[in-house]
């Protein structure tokens, strides 16, 4: 809600450039290690997973902002059978497909439930990997006949589908090109039209595509009622249930609570960061404001903010990215949040290691989980981003208005207010992040490309 109320563990080694960054982007390559105990930094052996991708030349790149390839910088890799294995572009180089990941995943009606893509086949039936009789290219992909005589057909495009940044692409609802802002963002905020959201699915799609690329959105000519701001949000999905209940409000006079409920000033932050798993998206819809001015919205893209702190100061970057921080929620009787363990301010993706989620709330702050010569240095890390956040460079404030409700990306996007005098009647909710990214994903890349992206690897 409007306030704040907080492993593995990224080692940045190295800064490249990418040929397909944006101006703002920039790409790190990484190591990946595992931070155990809360008094004491110690690397343990990496997953097998991340075993498996260490052996390899390359590691994946670990990316402050959200740098995504295009769909089609991957698509031209061709696989190719050389008489012995099938070939195929994984993981940014050529590697044979194991003869039994292949009959696992064949994709005929007999093995492959072709409605729910549940599979069929026994896979641990056979004591030994099934062996390839014979495979054929033909126009449209690889013919397979198998020592038993079954027979898989694998075509082109599934093949390529198969590509680990294409399917985390797809399964994590990611789209090219997003965009990193600044204050210049005040020029042309994102912004959909609100009948448009409420009578057609296009009109859903392109606003939770706005949220993607920018991390928030303006929505024009909602009513300025509860009703409406709640059946808006459940375009998206349900409302998300906490502490604060679902659909919430906030009167200025509620202030014993949080100081969200107060007409203080609050600087940016995110929201929830002491659940596990912390809100996706979060509307503000003021529905009146009597008798006083002020309480303007503050919002800053942590993204465009995090890939400034690595250009500035790696190590710094490095640091928000590996040490875990603590925080919770103790205002509301009976109750006391904090996650099941800490999470570092910079949260990077396993598989393809780009930014992906920013906790950031210093109200709500506990535990820096470093040993004590450290914390000096997370400080002055924390210093440097709070610096960036605060420069009015990164700040883009905005006058919210009744019918004019404002939704964001509280995994991206920091937010914060004004102080203000008079009565104000605020209403809101919050979405989790996996239903969003669900509708966002469907919508975007439809049915069969998001379930096949799923149900693989
Ligand atoms: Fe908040
Ligand atoms: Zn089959």
Redesign the pocket.
């Known amino acids: 809600?409007?306030?704040?109320k907080s492993g593995h563990l990224f080692l940045v080694s190295k800064a490249i450039g990418s040929p397909l960054a944006s101006r703002n982007s920039v790409q790190i390559h990484h190591r990946l290690r595992h931070f155990h105990s809360p008094a004491r930094l110690q690397v343990v052996s990496p997953s097998p997973q991340a075993t498996a991708r260490n052996s390899q030349p390359r590691s994946p790149p670990i990316a402050p902002p959200t740098h995504i390839s295009s769909a089609e910088s991957i698509s031209g890799k061709k696989a190719y059978w050389d008489g012995k294995a099938l070939y195929a572009f994984r993981d940014r180089q050529f590697q044979p497909l194991p003869s039994l990941w292949l009959r696992d995943h064949c994709q005929c009606a007999l093995c492959f439930h072709l409605e729910t893509k549940q599979r069929l086949y026994n896979t641990f039936e056979n004591t030994t990997p099934p062996e390839i009789k014979s495979c054929q290219e033909m126009n449209n992909g690889f013919q397979i006949v198998w020592h038993d005589g079954h027979e898989s057909f694998y075509d082109h495009a599934w093949l390529r589908e198969q590509d680990e940044e294409r399917l985390t692409q797809i399964r994590q609802g990611r789209l090219p090109n997003v965009n990193l802002w600044g204050s210049n963002i005040q020029d042309s905020p994102p912004q959909v039209d609100y009948d448009e959201v409420m009578q057609t699915e296009e009109g859903v799609k392109k606003w939770c595509s706005e949220i993607r690329l920018h991390g928030f959105s303006f929505v024009d000519g909602c009513p300025p009622t509860p009703e409406a701001t709640k059946a808006l949000l459940e375009r998206i999905s349900f409302i998300r249930q906490t502490h604060y209940g679902g659909y919430w409000e906030v009167l200025s006079e509620m202030a014993s609570i949080d100081t969200?409920y107060t007409n203080l000033a609050?600087e940016a932050?995110t929201?929830t960061t002491y659940f596990s798993d912390p809100v996706g998206l979060q509307m503000f819809h003021l529905l009146s404001h009597e008798g006083g001015k002020g309480g303007e919205s503050l919002l800053v893209d942590g993204a465009a903010a995090a890939a400034k702190l690595f250009q500035k100061d790696p190590e710094a970057y490095k640091l928000l990215s590996e040490i875990a921080v603590r925080h919770h929620a103790s205002g509301d009787d009976g109750i006391n949040f904090t996650s099941y363990r800490g999470f570092s301010v910079l949260e990077h993706d396993l598989e393809q290691g780009h930014l992906l989620r920013i906790r950031w709330n210093n109200a709500d702050r506990a535990s820096i989980e470093c040993p004590m010569h450290m914390k000096s240095r997370w400080y002055e890390a924390a210093r440097m981003f709070n610096q960036i956040i605060s420069d009015e460079r990164s700040q883009y404030w905005s006058k919210l208005l009744p019918g004019r409700p404002l939704i964001f990306d509280n995994w991206r996007v920091l937010?914060g207010r004004a102080a203000f005098t008079g009565r104000r009647r605020l209403g809101g909710g919050y979405i989790n992040r996996d239903d969003f990214v669900s509708r966002l994903k469907m919508l975007e890349y439809g049915k069969d490309k998001v379930l096949a992206a799923t149900v693989t690897g």
């Open positions: 809600m409007s306030l704040p969200a609050l932050h929201d937010h």
